[in-house]
């Protein structure tokens, strides 16, 4: 799918892609961290009806909700398509050494060559955490790798 990104000046970004049933959508970005989601009626690109406006924060929750479950499927496709490459799950457990710090002071990428992809914590989805992403008690995280990247990410966390 060709998604087209148009500066608007002044106010932020505006995207654009034909859905497969044949609809113009655009998302405008706006420089206040505010969204609008829009469909065009016509052919002119100026022409659109606004159908929703959301906050960032509304765009997140937005956006973790639609893109979690086909976070799951990707990397199950991911993992049939690339041999050697594997998909795990591993748990902040309580008094563990990460606990409460970020997960960039781990490593685990550097030390293992496996990624840490997502975090599940509760029933939401921290997908590609950054390395300030505070560690709980409890979140699962989703690492791809090769089966003994996997197992030295469960040794990092094990301490």
């Known amino acids: 799918m060709d998604v087209n990104e148009v500066l608007l000046p002044g106010v932020?970004?505006?995207y654009e892609f034909v859905s497969g049933a044949g609809?113009?959508?655009?998302?405008?970005?706006?420089?206040s961290?505010?969204?609008?989601?829009?469909?065009?009626?016509?052919?002119d690109p100026d022409e659109a009806r606004?159908?929703?406006?959301?906050?960032g924060e509304e765009a997140d929750a937005l956006a973790e909700i639609m893109g979690a479950p086909r976070i799951a499927e990707r990397f199950a496709d991911l993992t049939?398509?690339?041999?050697?490459?594997?998909?795990?799950?591993?748990?902040?457990?309580?008094?563990?050494?990460?606990?409460?710090?970020?997960?960039?002071?781990t490593r685990a990428r550097t030390r293992t060559g496996a990624s840490i992809v997502a975090i599940v914590r509760g029933n939401d989805v921290l997908p590609s955490p950054g390395p300030s992403q505070v560690l709980q008690t409890?979140?699962?995280?989703?690492?791809?790798?090769?089966?003994?990247?996997?197992?030295?990410?469960?040794?990092?966390f094990q301490g």
């Open 80 to 105: 049939r398509e690339v041999p050697g490459l594997s998909a795990g799950q591993v748990e902040v457990r309580a008094g563990g050494p990460f606990v409460g710090r970020p997960l960039g002071e």
């Open 12 to 14: 932020g970004l505006r």
């Open 23 to 31: 609809d113009r959508i655009g998302v405008v970005a706006h420089r």
């Open 138 to 156: 409890g979140d699962v995280l989703v690492v791809i790798g090769t089966h003994d990247g996997i197992t030295a990410v469960e040794r990092i």
């Open 33 to 43: 961290g505010d969204f609008e989601l829009m469909v065009y009626e016509g052919t």
């Open 50 to 55: 606004t159908v929703f406006r959301l906050t």
